[in-house]
Structure formats: C-alpha cells, structure tokens
C-alpha cells in the first residue's frame, strides 16, 4: 500500500499547489474584474469564498456515501477532471458573475481532499490513523509551499496565468491517477448508497448520534471557523499592513507551508506519542490562538515573516482531531465520515469569510475610527480559546 500513500499524498501536493497558485493575486483579479478599493474587493472575496463553500456542504456526504458504494478511484478522478474544467473558467471570466459561477462548480466536485482522508483511513489501522491524517496535511504544505511561490512570479505576468497554471497542474493530476490509483473500497466494507444519509442532514445525524462524536465536530467547526482567518484575509492583510507585494505574499505561505509540512511529518508522530491524540489537538490550537494574537499586533513585515512558520506549530491539531474521529466510526462509513467532515469544513467556511473579511473591511475602510488589519485574527483567537473549552469537556477515551 506504499504506492497508494504516496499518490495520495501526490495528489494532495497538486491540489494545494493549484488553489495556492491563485491566491497572491486574488486582491488584484477582484480588483481588476469588480473595480472598487482593496476593502470592496475583500468583501468580494468573501462572497466567492462562500458559494464555493455552500456547495462543499449540501454536496459534501454525498460525494462521501458514493464513495462509500463505488469507491475511492472514480470520485477522485471524477473531481479532479471537473477541477481543471472550473480553473479554466476562472483564467476566461470577464465578470464576477462568471467567477460565481466557475466557484459553484468547483465547490460541487471539490471532494479530493475528502476522498483522499477516507482513502488513507482505508490502508491505515487504527493507531496510525493520525500519523497518516499528518501526511495529508504536509502534502497540503509542501503544496503550498510550491504554489503561492510561483503563483506569486506568475502573477507578475498578469492575474490570469495562475489559472492556467492551476488548470494544468489538476489535469496533469487526473491522468497521472487514471494511470496509478488502485481502489481501497472493498466488498466486505462497501456500503449502499442511501438519499437519506447522503443528504447534509442525515449524514450528521448518522455521524453524530455518538455524543463524542458530536463534542468533536463541535470543535472541529470552532477552528476550521478560526484558521479560516487566514485565506480569508491574509492576502489583504499583508498588503494593507505591510504593502506586501504579490511576491512577499507567496513568500509568506510558502514559508508556512514548508514548516506546517514538516511538523505534519515529524512533530505529530512525536507528540501522539507523547501526548496522545486527545493532548496534541488540545495543545495545537492553544498554540494557535498564541499565534494568531501575536500576528494581530506586529506592525513589522520581516517580524511577521519570522512569525509565519512559527505558527505552523500547531498544525498539529488538525490531523489529532481527524484521528479521533475516524476511530470512533466504522470501516464500512469512513467515506461518509470524511464527508461529514467536509461538510463541518464546509459550513465554517460559508460562515468565516464573510465575517473575517467584514471585520478586515470594518477596521481598514476608508474612515474607519481604528485602523487595525489584525482584527480578524483577535476574533480568531477567541474562536480557538472558545475550541479548547468544549474538547476539555469531551468525555476522555483511549486516543
């Protein structure tokens, strides 16, 4: 199954790669197609953010319980062909009802994360179950770590080229997985397809009839609503606080990806071993919420640089909580599991941009009684604060 790993992991490096690609010049594409200040072109990119998360929450079980019934390949490979197609939109729209568009459609069929969890819970027992949730998230980072910087040198060639760039690299992905993924869905833990679990309602009454099960997608929720500070609003941060360039702001997460990945590879095997599951979720977002108010007060650009790596010590948390979860729920529902989890993603996602970006836009617009970029990121960490309180009243287990 070592093939299959590193595929997955593969698959997750071009994944973040395209949608990094993209994001250093977002405030300028707004810009450009919208017209209006870097405060309007934020609250647009709030709205895009959030159609294209609505979709990831009605679509999310579904796509989990069809990979459930027909298995991992065709979902996977399914999505990642409609992903170049939405990429491709995207580099063509001349209005931002264009953009809303190519974002529902990308919302719809963006289920490769997804299906790439409930693919490494297929291969991994139990006890590796975090670990291996850890080199999805630094496949994640090392993405990142490619993407923004050279979607930031690409942008120096006009706000379309990433784009194209993005659109390549999701092709180059489907066949690259129509040549080498192997399907992990077995018969003696395939499951039918059933309307009434794959609806976003039934599925989180199936998932969250277990009462731990609830408490942690509770908390799942309050970070993903946190750490969704950062898309949201990092790009108009740097530039409103710093006059990061489009460069400065690939570079920016590109550092971040290069640590995320390495704590995702060699920091979480260490702490589970240490902390177990239960403390390393517990201990990465409070060192989250220390970060993100550390960065709400930096006024120096290079400070905020060293900064950024720095709070990639709790990515930690991500993978511990994803652990937990998939060991409370059966083989025969991982898929459904990383659907609902999609989902949880997805709602936070349909809640956080809009309300860190109008909290960006209210302490940035012009006239504002306080200037004060960081303001997202002081809710943030009230978010996080407010994550640790309901996961130190979960009931304790074996993590």
């Not at 072109?41 to 679509?59: D, I, K, N, P, R």
């Not at 459609?105 to 291969?123: K, L, R």
């Not at 979607?151 to 706000?159: A, D, I, R, S």
Request: glycine share 10%.
């Amino acid at each position: 199954m070592r093939s299959g790993t590193l595929f997955i992991v593969m698959t997750v490096v071009l994944d973040a790669m395209g949608i990094g690609l993209i994001l250093p010049i977002m405030p300028e594409l707004l810009q450009e197609v919208q017209g209006g200040s870097l405060a309007n072109a934020a609250l647009w990119g709030g709205v895009l953010s959030t159609v294209f998360a609505l979709m990831q929450f009605v679509f999310g079980p579904v796509v989990g319980n069809l990979s459930d019934r027909y298995g991992r390949r065709p979902v996977l490979l399914v999505s990642l062909f409609f992903m170049a197609l939405d990429y491709l939109v995207m580099a063509l729209a001349g209005s931002i009802w264009l953009l809303l568009l190519g974002r529902l459609v990308g919302g719809i069929t963006a289920a490769t994360h997804a299906t790439a969890s409930a693919y490494m819970a297929d291969i991994s027992t139990p006890e590796q179950k975090a670990a291996n949730f850890g080199l999805i998230g630094a496949g994640f980072g090392i993405g990142f770590v490619l993407g923004p910087l050279v979607g930031g040198m690409l942008g120096e060639m006009g706000t379309r080229a990433p784009f194209y760039a993005a659109a390549a690299l999701a092709a180059l992905n489907f066949f690259f997985g129509l040549l080498v993924l192997r399907e992990t869905v077995t018969d003696t833990i395939r499951r039918p397809f059933e309307w009434r679990r794959a609806n976003p309602l039934g599925a989180f009454r199936q998932i969250g009839a277990h009462p731990e099960l609830r408490r942690l997608l509770v908390v799942l929720f309050l970070y993903d609503l946190a750490l969704y500070v950062y898309p949201a609003v990092w790009s108009y941060f740097g530039q409103a606080r710093f006059g990061w360039t489009p460069q400065l702001i690939g570079l920016s997460l590109a550092l971040y990806g290069i640590a995320a990945a390495a704590v995702q590879i060699w920091l979480i095997r260490w702490m589970i071993a240490r902390q177990g599951e239960r403390g390393t979720a517990q201990w990465g977002i409070v060192f989250e919420a220390l970060a993100c108010v550390m960065l709400a007060v930096v006024t120096s650009g290079p400070l905020a640089l060293i900064l950024t790596p720095i709070a990639s010590l709790g990515a930690v948390a991500m993978p511990a909580l994803q652990g937990m979860l998939s060991r409370r729920t059966g083989a025969d529902a991982q898929g459904e599991l990383q659907g609902v989890i999609a989902s949880v993603h997805a709602l936070a996602a349909i809640a956080s941009p809009m309300l860190m970006t109008s909290t960006f836009a209210a302490f940035t617009a012009e006239g504002a009684r306080l200037f004060f970029p960081g303001a997202p990121f002081v809710l943030a960490a009230l978010l996080l604060a407010l994550s640790v309180l309901v996961i130190r009243r979960t009931p304790r287990t074996e993590d």
